[in-house]
C-alpha cells in the first residue's frame, strides 16, 4: 500500500496537518507539495492519495483547484484547514466545491476538516478595517481567538485516526 499526501500551505497550518497524516503512515507513503508537481504522471502509481488545501475565499486554494481536475481513478482522502470553524456550512461547502471540479472516475472516501490560526498578516489587515466592519465583531474576533491554538494536538490526532480509519477499513473491504 502507497500514501501519497499532498498538501498547500501559505502558512503552515494545512502543513502541519499533512506532516501529521504523512507520520501515521511513515514508511509507506511520500509528503509532497502540490506547487512541486511538474507532470502529472509524477502522482501515479499510489494507492491512496490524501490532498490538503486551506480554505481561500471558500474554495480549496489555487493550486488545489488546478490539480484536482487533472486526477482520474483515484482514492482520494481530502484534508484542509480553514479560519471559519470545521462545522460551518463554509467548512462543508469546500468540499462539495472540490468535489465539482474532479473527474467522476474518482473516489473520495474521507475528508476532514479543521480550524487554522489566522496569519498575523490578515490580523493586521482586518485591525485597520472600520470597526462597525462585520470583520471585527465580537462574534468573528472570538473565532479567530479560538483559531489561534490550531490545529492543535487533537486536530492532529483526529486526522491521523481518520485517514489510517480510511486505509484499514477499505482493506478489510468495508
Ligand atoms: C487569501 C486568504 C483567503 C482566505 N479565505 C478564507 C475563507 O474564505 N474562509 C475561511 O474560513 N478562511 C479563510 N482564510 C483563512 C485560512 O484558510 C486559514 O488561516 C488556513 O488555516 C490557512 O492555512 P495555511 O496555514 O495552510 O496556509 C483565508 C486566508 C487567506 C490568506
Known sequence: MKVLVLYNSETGNTKKVAEAIYEEFKGEAKLMETKSIKD????????????????????PDEPTMELLPKLKEKKLGLFSTL??????????RVFARAEEVLDKSNRIEGCYI???????????RIAALPPDDPKRSKKSTLRREIG??????E???????IFRNIVDRDLKGF
Open 83 to 92: 479560519g471559519a470553524y470545521p462545522y460551518s456550512m463554509q467548512a462543508f
Open 155 to 161: 486536530d492532529l490526532e483526529n486526522a491521523r485516526k
Open 148 to 153: 489561534m491554538s490550531h490545529p492543535d494536538s
Open 40 to 59: 502529472i504522471s509524477e502522482i501515479d502509481g499510489y494507492e491512496y492519495i490524501f490532498i490538503g488545501f486551506f480554505v481561500d475565499k471558500g474554495y
Open 114 to 124: 479543521c480550524q487554522g490560526r489566522v496569519s498575523d498578516e490578515s490580523l493586521k
